[in-house]
């Protein structure tokens, strides 16, 4: 958004929340150069140096510097301050150059020169004293909105970090520039816009546009990026011989509809959203149920879900249906929600009494894995403290924590189309009948035992039946169990949904610790560009509180500056080996800065313009020059390199969903687990190994633990998940040749081919 400021010119309002026009006020729209100077720069710096201890509450040699007349007045030893004369301006000569009789100031943390540079101007110009920024003890007008921190000085990022770090890149609004036009002697390189971008990088570096590689590398290069898997013989031959146009583009095409497709893709998302198939900690324990969000994610990109759709089922689709799931889309929002859950949990902590710990690292985790995959932000940075680097303050991890708070786990939830639910109560409400008529005959029989005894104790009552009695009982309870095999289960999932209830208040933690709760906060996103408090909707869910619904918005909202730069460079990435930003989980001032600016907000703003279609942009990159060009060979991931294997055997299995396969492991692994040798009643913290002809099935449906990886994928750096994994490690150590030549799996598929 836009608004005209006269003589200043245009200005833009970056982004606003909902729609919402950021109130500045006619002041601020009509402030000189000077007036910003000061809120901007020098307000900041007063404050922090100065007003603690000359200020309202501490006035040390009677001086106060929180307002132009206190400064002016001065205190013991005379004027603070003579505008236009900042020689004669006594704070700047304790700030700079002290007397011999006065201390330097301050005594602690002093003002960098730069910063003294900044004062020292403003006393040139005058000293003016425009309105200061809100600070906790002196908050903007109640009902009045502030504004970004480029345009409202009372903005708390301005006041926290002096005006300083908004040079951020990536909080700055998207550009859909026009692609360059390429230097003349590259124009008939260029294959689509993207080269447009590249042929200009290339000329400027005064380097040639590498020759395009042959076309059975082509299309083991395409086959493997998209799918995960190697050509056939066939299909390489046919590519190689069809010199028709537009064979490259039919081959690509042919690709992304394979169903091969998404299961590959699904695995850079799961490692992004921490997927796993257990909790972590000591016992990590099975989760049965979490495989039905990876084939959700399967799915998803199969059908080219669009993107920003993607993303809210997975913040909150459980508010965006209205009850019981009516059709499929609807029952994927609900197992969507998995999200919610996947991080590591500890099971054993509530036995010791520390369930309000196992919740805070589950609140901690999702702010953390929120702003990492779908944002590129380093929340677990401001967990405990202001970000030591970008332009995040401590409450905002706990505001976007608010958004979370009313979550808790529903793995009783039925996920079974409400059509399905009805036909399961109906099948039910019989059996229900004859178990309901057994316990009742059950508890007749006790009731009359308690009442012969004068007891109310059940275990009394037990010892003293009769065999009659006793043979009687037994029998009810007998059919009561067998009644109960009867019944016809519901489907669940790994899920999560809003307690019901009020909702817990959101406080900043001191240090992060549970025992030191400071003020309140309200759900709100990044301060920096809007600190007020988020507007909440009523979602479609009856009994859930909208906060989820509000934070998904604002992510996917198209002006949001980080969303769409940061999966199109998840994307580039995948297909190059390196992202446009090289650090994908980190698109702050301590991660690295896009290589080509323009392109990365090109494609971003393009992407989002066709829909945020995944496989467009996948497309668009694939058909590019760029990407046909020759280039070094890069390393299979583990997965790629299993699955090659078994397909290029022969014995790939066409397995494509469903609860996940358990190979073989050593028995030296085996026997090193304690939780595999202390397993539990629900055979939960074991390994038992699915049977061996139902082994050889893609990677991504094997079943990942935390704390125990399949070797032959573990030695070919499969990331162990407990948080979110930007990018894949690649090692080059003597066990990946060991295992290549002489593990039992190389020597099996050896043998099959």
């Given amino acids: 958004m836009r608004i005209w400021s006269g003589r200043r010119g245009w200005i833009s309002l970056g982004f606003v929340t909902h729609g919402a026009a950021l109130i500045l006020g006619a002041a601020r729209l009509q402030a000189s150069p000077e007036d910003d100077h000061f809120t901007q720069r020098v307000w900041p710096l007063?404050?922090?140096?100065?007003?603690?201890?000359?200020?309202?509450?501490?006035?040390?040699?009677?001086?106060r510097l929180d307002s132009r007349e206190a400064a002016l007045k001065g205190g013991q030893t005379g004027a603070a301050l003579v505008p236009g004369r900042p020689e004669e301006s006594l704070m700047l000569t304790l700030l700079r150059h002290p007397r011999g009789d006065l201390e330097r100031m301050p005594p602690k943390d002093r003002l960098a020169e730069a910063e003294i540079a900044e004062i020292e101007r403003w006393v040139k110009d005058g000293a003016p004293w425009s309105a200061r920024p809100a600070t906790p003890e002196s908050p903007a007008a109640a009902g009045e909105r502030i504004g970004d921190a480029w345009h409202d000085p009372r903005n708390p990022i301005v006041r926290i970090f002096g005006g300083r770090r908004l040079d951020l890149w990536s909080l700055h609004p998207l550009k859909h520039d026009a692609p360059p036009e390429p230097p003349p002697d590259r124009k008939t390189w260029v294959r689509n816009p993207i080269d447009r971008f590249v042929a200009v990088k290339l000329a400027q570096a005064g380097k040639q546009p590498p020759p395009e590689a042959d076309r059975r590398t082509l299309a083991r290069r395409l086959s493997f990026d998209l799918t995960g898997l190697p050509p056939s013989p066939e299909q390489v031959a046919e590519f190689v011989r069809d010199p028709s146009p537009g064979a490259y583009e039919r081959f690509a095409d042919a690709l992304l509809a394979s169903p091969r497709y998404g299961e590959h893709q699904a695995r850079m998302w799961l490692d992004v959203v921490r997927y796993a198939?257990?909790?972590g900690f000591d016992w990590d324990e099975f989760r049965p149920n979490a495989w039905r969000f990876r084939d959700y994610v399967i799915r998803s990109f199969n059908e080219d879900k669009p993107y920003d759709r993607f993303v809210r089922e997975q913040l909150a689709g459980d508010e965006m249906i209205a009850g019981e799931p009516q059709n499929e889309a609807e029952r994927d929002a609900l197992i969507a929600t998995g999200f919610l859950r996947?991080?590591?949990?500890?099971?054993?902590?509530?036995?010791?009494?520390?369930?309000?710990?196992?919740?805070?690292?589950?609140?901690?985790?999702?702010?953390?894995t929120t702003g990492a995959a779908f944002l590129g932000v380093t929340m677990a940075c401001c967990r405990c403290h202001d970000h030591k680097y970008d332009p995040l303050s401590q409450a905002d991890h706990y505001r976007l924590r608010a958004f979370f708070e009313p979550l808790k786990a529903a793995d009783d939830l039925p996920i079974d189309l409400a059509s399905e639910q009805q036909e399961i109560r109906a099948a039910n409400a019989p059996i229900e009948e004859k178990i309901k008529a057994a316990r009742e005959q059950r508890d007749a029989l006790l009731s009359a035992v308690k009442e012969r005894l004068k007891t109310k104790k059940?275990?009394?009552?037990?010892?003293?039946?009769?065999?009659?009695?006793?043979?009687?009982?037994?029998?009810?309870?007998?059919?009561?169990?067998?009644?109960?095999?009867?019944?016809?289960?519901?489907?669940?999932a790994l899920l999560a949904v809003d307690a019901d209830g009020a909702i817990p208040t959101t406080v900043i933690l001191g240090g992060g610790r549970l025992d030191q709760p400071k003020e309140a906060v309200s759900p709100g996103f990044f301060s920096v560009l809007d600190p007020n408090p988020a507007a909440i909707a009523k979602p479609a869910r009856?009994?859930?509180?909208?906060?989820?619904?509000?934070?998904?918005?604002?992510?996917?909202?198209?002006d949001n500056p980080l969303t769409a730069r940061v999966i199109v460079n998840r994307i580039w990435q995948q297909h190059f080996g390196e992202g446009l930003v090289h650090s994908p989980n980190d698109f702050g001032l301590a991660g690295a800065k896009p290589g080509d600016p323009a392109l990365l907000d090109w494609l971003a703003t393009s992407f989002v313009r066709e829909g945020w279609s995944l496989k467009k942009l996948r497309r668009l990159i694939v058909t590019s020059a760029t990407y046909r060009q020759q280039a070094p060979p890069r390393r299979l991931t583990a997965e790629m390199l299993r699955d090659a294997m078994l397909s290029v055997s022969g014995r790939l299995l066409p397995?494509?969903?469903?609860?996940?396969?358990?190979?073989?492991?050593?028995?030296?692994?085996?026997?090193?687990?304690?939780?595999?040798?202390?397993?539990?009643?629900?055979?939960?913290?074991g390994w038992y190994p699915s049977p061996a002809e139902k082994a050889p099935v893609r990677s991504v449906f094997l079943v990942q633990k935390r704390t125990v990886r399949v070797p032959l994928l573990e030695t070919f750096d499969l990331p162990e998940n407990a948080n979110s994994c930007a990018r894949r490690?690649?090692?080059?150590?003597?066990?990946?040749?060991?295992?290549?030549?002489?593990?039992?799996?190389a020597i099996e598929v050896a043998r099959a081919l």
């Fill in 46 to 63: 007063l404050d922090r140096a100065c007003v603690k201890c000359h200020g309202p509450e501490k006035q040390q040699g009677e001086l």
């Fill in 277 to 279: 198939d257990s909790n």
């Fill in 342 to 368: 996947l991080g590591p949990h500890d099971n054993s902590a509530a036995s010791f009494g520390e369930a309000n710990k196992v919740r805070q690292q589950w609140m901690a985790d999702l702010v953390e």
């Fill in 458 to 492: 059940d275990d009394e009552a037990r010892k003293a039946f009769t065999p009659e009695e006793k043979a009687a009982y037994e029998k009810a309870d007998a059919e009561t169990q067998a009644l109960k095999k009867q019944m016809k289960p519901f489907t669940t």
């Fill in 542 to 558: 009856a009994n859930s509180s909208g906060r989820r619904t509000a934070l998904a918005d604002w992510i996917v909202a198209p």
């Fill in 655 to 685: 397995t494509d969903s469903g609860a996940p396969i358990w190979p073989e492991l050593p028995a030296e692994v085996l026997k090193a687990n304690p939780a595999f040798l202390d397993d539990n009643a629900e055979k939960t913290k």
């Fill in 729 to 745: 490690g690649v090692s080059t150590v003597a066990p990946q040749a060991l295992t290549l030549l002489n593990s039992p799996f």
